[in-house]
């Protein structure tokens, strides 16, 4: 059985992974948002997913040390690796300390804001593209301009992880920082694409100027929301 689904949280995807083995349903391989699965016993296998230092290898100590621990490697994808364990081994966690969590997704920021930046850049070059007469560089933004917001969003979403854990660790609420920087962004992005646009509306087709209108006003009105959302 094959599924296509695409996940930034790697909480959410090990939920999900548990849940379709928990249905008899085993990982056996992935592939740009396809997941590859073959039947299992219900429950056999506890998935959990690692974040490497390197793009698509593991190190032998790391190889070895899950060896070890009788856990399986079953993807290597990207920096994503991920994880199984037979249920019967008995339970099954990676980090088992709050600052090695912390740390953990620490790291995980990391690569979601080295991507954001990228993209961001990626995003420029291409926006310059369009005004420049070429009328893929408009497609490619709009589409740069999505992975964009998932980047950042992503980066905010592990910002609450960490600061849920470092509130655990020291018993003190942590104050809670970063959406209206996130909804700043999305807004800039719109209006910035929108401006872009009106410049050089009549050089282009209506084919690629009104998805690019719809996207941009899509992004101020989401970054509008998560204004008025932080405000309440």
């Not at 920021?109 to 893929?136: H, P, Q, S, W, Y």
């Not at 609420?173 to 009106?198: H, W």
Request: some cysteine.
């Amino acid at each position: 059985m094959i599924r296509f689904k695409l996940y930034y949280d790697k909480d959410k995807e090990t939920v999900w992974l548990n849940k379709m083995a928990s249905e008899g349903w085993a990982l056996k391989n992935y592939f740009a948002g396809f997941y590859k699965f073959e039947p299992c016993e219900k429950g056999e296998y506890i998935y959990q997913i690692d974040l490497g230092d390197t793009l698509y290898s593991v190190s032998d100590e790391y190889r070895e040390l899950m060896g070890e621990l009788d856990v399986e490697i079953v993807v290597l994808w990207g920096y994503w690796i991920i994880l199984r364990k037979r249920a019967a081994d008995g339970p099954f966690e990676l980090y088992t300390d709050v600052d090695s969590e912390i740390e953990h997704y620490r790291k995980i920021r990391r690569m979601f804001k080295g991507a954001a930046i990228i993209e961001l850049l990626a995003l420029f070059m291409e926006l310059f593209g369009g005004l420049t007469g070429n009328d893929f560089g408009w497609v490619f933004a709009l589409l740069i301009g999505i992975f964009v917001i998932v980047c950042v969003n992503a980066v905010f979403r592990t910002n609450e992880v960490i600061a849920r854990l470092e509130e655990q660790k020291s018993g003190i609420e942590a104050e809670k920082k970063g959406g209206n920087t996130l909804a700043l962004i999305i807004t800039a992005i719109g209006l910035l694409t929108n401006s872009c646009m009106l410049l050089v509306e009549e050089s282009i087709s209506p084919i690629i100027s009104y998805p690019v209108h719809i996207f941009a006003i899509i992004m101020m009105a989401v970054g509008i929301v998560l204004t008025v959302k932080k405000e309440n």
